[in-house]
């Protein structure tokens, strides 16, 4: 799915379906900390014009970053998986 | 799953797993609109002390209230539902 000198983050999943995607599943230790992340998440996400489908219940958050040029994973789409990475490593 | 004189809301899907739940989903125009409703589920959640799983994109909100006592729906969910409906209802 991805460019072939293109490198999956670590810990997110490519999935295995024919849409180009990344995955990744987020734990938190309570809904204080989940409801921060998805406010940053939201303010990251209104800054690059680009809004991933997340789930997310009391202690957990699921990011889905669907690959923007609909066919095969960028940089775009990496730096933006990186960029959450940053945000969850800054969780209270 | 709901207590045989219990209605399930109108648009609620009580799902066909064994799991007693109410799931829906709702539709938007725009990001702006998915967010507010997001953000005033979030403070329905937290008065309320019960957290729904929900999954989202640009413009729709999946809402899914697994019965708070494990096994049956019960008023209290149901109130939950036409509260998330209530919430929707008042979109701008």
Do not use: C
Request: glycine share 10%; charged share 30%; aromatic share 10%.
């Amino acid at each position: 799915m991805a460019d072939s000198d293109l490198v999956v983050p670590e810990g997110w999943d490519p999935g295995r379906g024919k849409a180009a995607q990344l995955n990744k599943r987020y734990s938190f230790e309570g809904y204080g900390q989940t409801r921060d992340f998805l406010d940053r998440v939201a303010e990251l996400s209104e800054g690059e014009g680009y809004h991933p489908n997340i789930s997310f219940g009391t202690t957990y958050v699921n990011i889905t970053i669907d690959a923007r040029n609909g066919e095969r994973l960028e940089e775009t789409d990496v730096a933006f998986a990186l960029e959450i990475d940053r945000l969850y490593s800054e969780k209270g």
